[in-house]
Nanobody, 121 residues
Framework: QVQLVESGGGLVQAGGSLRLSCTAS????????MGWFRQAAGKEREFVAG????????YYADSVKGRFTISRDNAKNTAYLQMSILKPEDTAVYYC??????????????WGQGTQVTVSS
């Protein structure tokens, strides 16, 4: 069984930065894709970024391209989401997810519990 634990959320002013971390238990991390999703109040969960198992391919939603960077450290079983130039519309609960491959749908095999990111204007 895989467990994912996010950390790093919080309150930040517009234009600021945050780095989210997602640490996985289990032996499948280094051979699995990782992704970040977010869900704002009253909205559906949406894809933010994804990274292949080796880190050689990354994918981003148009709304975060150029501002967010996804990365991973397989030796630490941890994935990261570096968020910069944050905007109030980035406010949401952010979830990490693990799957065999990256997909922009929510059909991922494992999910973390989520971490709140709030961007004040």
């Amino acid at each position: 069984q895989v467990q994912l634990v996010e950390s790093g959320g919080g309150l930040v002013q517009a234009g600021g930065s945050l780095r989210l971390s997602c640490t996985a238990s289990g032996r499948t991390f280094s051979t699995a894709a990782m992704g970040w999703f977010r869900q704002a109040a009253g909205k559906e969960r949406e894809f933010v970024a994804g990274i292949s198992w080796a880190g050689s391919s990354t994918y981003y939603a148009d709304s975060v391209k150029g501002r967010f960077t996804i990365s991973r450290d397989n030796a630490k079983n941890t994935a990261y989401l570096q968020m910069s130039i944050l905007k109030p519309e980035d406010t949401a609960v952010y979830y990490c997810a693990l799957n065999r491959v990256v997909t922009v749908t929510t059909h991922w095999g494992y999910w973390g519990q989520g971490t709140q990111v709030t961007v004040s204007s």
